[in-house]
């Protein structure tokens, strides 16, 4: 996994893309960094964070867990973070498991933007 920051908007969020398959290799990797700190600091979890999984392929159990404890963490610090753009295979998993709205997930970026927004 290539995870990518984007662009940092005026509008006080950040725009993130994750590249390639999300598995427990990417999330354990031994430095025991999560991957959203290594792009955004210590403080990830206070920002709004559009994340876009257009590029992501496949994600694993570990993956599923992982984004469902990141969620929980951005509520925690007063973050945000919104999924959106979801490829079709990972988006038949989202579906499979009914977690779409745990995750807030979104689409598209613009309805990603307007429950950004919205909060």
């Known amino acids: 996994m290539k995870m990518s920051l984007i662009s940092i908007d005026k509008g006080g969020f950040v725009r993130l893309s994750v590249d390639g398959e999300i598995t427990c290799r990417d999330l354990h990797a031994g430095d025991g960094?999560?991957?959203?700190?290594?792009?955004?600091?210590?403080?990830?979890?206070?920002?709004?964070?559009?994340?876009?999984l257009a590029k992501t392929g496949f994600m694993d159990s570990s993956a599923i867990g992982w984004l469902l404890e990141c969620q929980r963490k951005f509520k925690a610090a007063?973050?945000?973070?919104?999924?959106?753009?979801?490829?079709?295979?990972?988006?038949?998993?989202?579906?499979?498991?009914?977690?779409?709205?745990?995750?807030?997930?979104?689409?598209d970026e613009k309805t990603a933007i307007e429950l950004l927004l919205a909060a």
Not at 34 to 46: C, R, T, Y
Request: aromatic share 4%.
């Open 33 to 52: 960094h999560n991957p959203l700190e290594k792009v955004l600091g210590e403080s990830w979890a206070n920002n709004r964070v559009l994340l876009s």
């Open 78 to 107: 007063g973050g945000k973070l919104v999924l959106h753009s979801a490829s079709p295979r990972v988006q038949d998993v989202f579906d499979l498991l009914k977690i779409g709205k745990a995750l807030n997930l979104k689409e």
